[in-house]
């Protein structure tokens, strides 16, 4: 989510490794690649994971990007664009900016109804200049150029040609046209481009109240044909409950999970100033894509929640059966009298296993539940997991859960009496691999060329944690 808010569109693996089957498993890695390959625990039950990513890459690759600043980064050597949250024009947070070279800036870039616009259809409101003395004699010209046919100029004036060739006359020439466009106030350098934004009757295209002080969100817009999309992320590992406004009026906006592929219209929005403003729920480190196409008429506000609220109908407490596969160092079928993290577990093949894990539980609705009414909606909440789970309820999967919230609906499958609960619950490689690392070579289950970890490396939180809770549906809930 983040790299996506830094514009990220296309992702390719670096590195996908083809291990030999004689390395074993995990098998041969490249040390500074992202380790995902076959071999990995949980690539059996990748496909939601990598559904998340074709999402967000569909939405990412169409239409344009909308930024409200284009900032020059200067003609120096050695010279590149840093991340989004270096914030070179100082704009961040609630607008964004995209990076121009001087060869962008030089050929591409001219001026329609005060914009700066591109040939791609790419436009801005205000070109920011960075904060040095030095400047291409060929921008400065540009910058004139511009000016001149209306676009908004922001930064310090400049003292100085760049290069060494006839420099004295250079300097002086751009010193001339410095006091031309800095002298007479046709290009503004003293006051910061939010400001100047705001003078210009650009208010922030992203902005957020309620939450807490050290809340940390971020975004990125797209424009697709007639449409806004917005990808909004929360960048704490912690639920947010926020009201966003965005700078949309007169469409209704839409909630799109990438995790999931639910679409569904806002039940609950506001239009004010030419912006809209609705609530939004985060699960910890989520994110949604917040889309308007249609006319509000379309889809006007109901006043209901945007969200569902749940409530607790029973928790599932006591013993599970759990089985590891013995091929891992698994001790087979086990019984857990309470839900517990797999190394807290005093038995070397739970504490040190990696790999997948079989919960099962038996369990009737609570008396009363209400399951006369053909109505109500049943969700299975397994509360903590590490790291995905498979969720099978009767004998029917419900889906495979990566991140949180990890609930499934299960009505239609749930009964009164008798459910069959089965949960398949995956962890990562390296508590398998430093379990190994204190046992003989001859003895070791895993194979790796990775040595980082070693037998006195903090074991990783593995399996179901819970609580595992039963819910309905509380109220008008969505």
Same mark, same amino acid.
């Given at each position: 989510?983040?790299?996506i808010?830094?514009?990220?569109?296309?992702?390719?693996?670096?590195?996908?490794?083809?291990?030999?089957?004689?390395?074993?498993?995990?098998?041969?890695? *490249?040390?500074?690649?992202?380790?995902l390959? @076959?071999?990995?625990?949980?690539?059996?039950?990748?496909?939601?994971f990598?559904? *998340?990513?074709?999402?967000?890459?569909?939405?990412?690759q169409?239409?344009?990007?909308?930024? =409200?600043?284009?900032?020059?980064?200067g003609?120096?050597?050695?010279?590149?664009?840093?991340?989004?949250?270096?914030?070179?024009?100082?704009?961040?947070?609630?607008?964004?900016y995209?990076?121009?070279?001087?060869?962008?800036?030089?050929?591409?870039?001219?001026v329609?109804?005060g914009?700066?616009?591109?040939?791609?259809g790419?436009?801005?409101?205000?070109?920011?200049?960075?904060?040095?003395?030095?400047?291409?004699l060929?921008?400065?010209?540009?910058?004139?150029?511009?000016?001149?046919a209306?676009?908004?100029?922001v930064?310090?004036?400049?003292?100085?040609?760049?290069?060494?060739l =006839?420099?004295?006359?250079?300097?002086?020439?751009?010193?001339?046209?410095?006091?031309e466009?800095?002298?007479?106030?046709?290009?503004?350098?003293?006051?910061?481009?939010?400001?100047?934004?705001?003078?210009l009757?650009?208010?922030? =295209?992203?902005?957020?109240?309620g939450?807490?002080?050290?809340?940390n969100?971020d975004?990125?817009?797209?424009?697709?044909?007639?449409?806004?999309?917005?990808?909004?992320?929360?960048?704490?590992?912690?639920?947010?409950q926020?009201?966003?406004?965005?700078?949309?009026?007169?469409?209704a906006?839409?909630?799109?999970?990438?995790?999931?592929?639910?679409?569904?219209?806002?039940?609950?929005?506001?239009?004010?100033?030419?912006?809209?403003?609705?609530?939004?729920?985060?699960?910890?480190?989520g994110?949604?894509?917040?889309?308007?196409?249609?006319?509000a008429?379309?889809?006007?506000?109901s006043?209901?929640?945007?969200?569902?609220?749940?409530?607790?109908?029973?928790?599932? &407490?006591?013993?599970?059966?759990?089985?590891f596969d013995?091929?891992?160092?698994g001790?087979?079928?086990?019984?857990?009298?309470?839900?517990?993290?797999?190394?807290?577990?005093?038995e070397?093949?739970?504490?040190?296993?990696?790999?997948?894990?079989?919960?099962?539980?038996?369990?009737?609705?609570?008396?009363?539940?209400?399951? !006369?009414?053909?109505?109500?909606?049943?969700?299975?909440?397994?509360?903590?997991?590490?790291?995905?789970?498979?969720?099978?309820?009767? !004998?029917?999967? *419900?889906?495979i859960?990566?991140? @949180?919230p990890f609930?499934?609906?299960?009505?239609?499958?749930?009964?009164?009496?008798?459910?069959?609960?089965?949960?398949?619950?995956?962890?990562?490689?390296?508590?398998?691999?430093?379990?190994?690392?204190?046992?003989?070579a001859?003895?070791?289950?895993?194979? &790796?060329?990775?040595?980082?970890?070693?037998?006195?490396?903090?074991?990783?939180?593995? !399996?179901?944690?819970? @609580?595992?809770?039963?819910?309905?549906?509380?109220?008008?809930?969505?």
């Amino acid at each position: 989510d983040k790299a996506i808010c830094e514009g990220l569109n296309l992702l390719v693996w670096h590195a996908f490794v083809c291990s030999p089957q004689e390395m074993g498993l995990p098998g041969q890695q *490249y040390f500074a690649g992202t380790h995902l390959n @076959p071999n990995v625990t949980w690539w059996e039950k990748s496909g939601p994971f990598f559904a *998340y990513l074709n999402r967000c890459q569909a939405l990412m690759q169409q239409g344009l990007f909308v930024a =409200d600043v284009a900032w020059y980064y200067g003609d120096h050597v050695p010279n590149f664009a840093q991340l989004k949250k270096s914030d070179p024009a100082k704009i961040l947070p609630g607008y964004d900016y995209d990076v121009f070279t001087e060869e962008v800036l030089l050929t591409r870039t001219a001026v329609q109804g005060g914009r700066l616009v591109l040939p791609d259809g790419m436009s801005y409101r205000v070109l920011a200049l960075p904060n040095r003395p030095i400047i291409s004699l060929p921008v400065l010209r540009k910058l004139r150029e511009l000016v001149a046919a209306g676009a908004t100029v922001v930064g310090p004036a400049p003292t100085e040609a760049s290069g060494l060739l =006839d420099f004295a006359a250079r300097d002086a020439e751009v010193q001339r046209l410095a006091a031309e466009l800095w002298g007479g106030g046709r290009i503004i350098a003293d006051r910061p481009v939010r400001t100047v934004l705001r003078e210009l009757g650009v208010p922030p =295209d992203f902005e957020f109240t309620g939450a807490a002080a050290d809340a940390n969100f971020d975004y990125l817009h797209r424009r697709v044909g007639a449409a806004e999309v917005y990808f909004v992320a929360n960048r704490l590992n912690r639920p947010e409950q926020i009201a966003a406004t965005f700078r949309v009026a007169g469409r209704a906006p839409e909630l799109w999970n990438a995790v999931t592929g639910e679409r569904r219209p806002a039940a609950s929005y506001e239009m004010r100033d030419g912006r809209t403003t609705l609530a939004l729920e985060f699960a910890p480190c989520g994110s949604w894509f917040v889309v308007f196409r249609a006319p509000a008429a379309a889809h006007p506000a109901s006043g209901r929640d945007n969200f569902a609220r749940f409530a607790p109908a029973a928790e599932l &407490t006591g013993a599970w059966q759990v089985r590891f596969d013995p091929r891992w160092g698994g001790p087979g079928a086990v019984e857990f009298a309470n839900l517990a993290s797999w190394p807290a577990h005093a038995e070397p093949g739970i504490k040190h296993y990696s790999g997948t894990a079989v919960y099962t539980k038996r369990f009737d609705l609570p008396p009363g539940a209400g399951t !006369g009414n053909r109505a109500a909606r049943w969700f299975l909440d397994l509360g903590s997991v590490r790291e995905l789970a498979e969720v099978r309820l009767n !004998g029917k999967s *419900y889906g495979i859960v990566w991140a @949180p919230p990890f609930r499934v609906e299960i009505t239609g499958a749930v009964r009164p009496t008798g459910n069959l609960l089965e949960v398949e619950v995956v962890n990562f490689w390296p508590n398998r691999v430093i379990g190994d690392a204190a046992l003989p070579a001859e003895q070791r289950l895993t194979k &790796t060329n990775i040595l980082e970890l070693k037998a006195n490396t903090a074991l990783m939180a593995s !399996g179901l944690l819970g @609580p595992v809770r039963l819910e309905t549906l509380a109220g008008d809930s969505r």
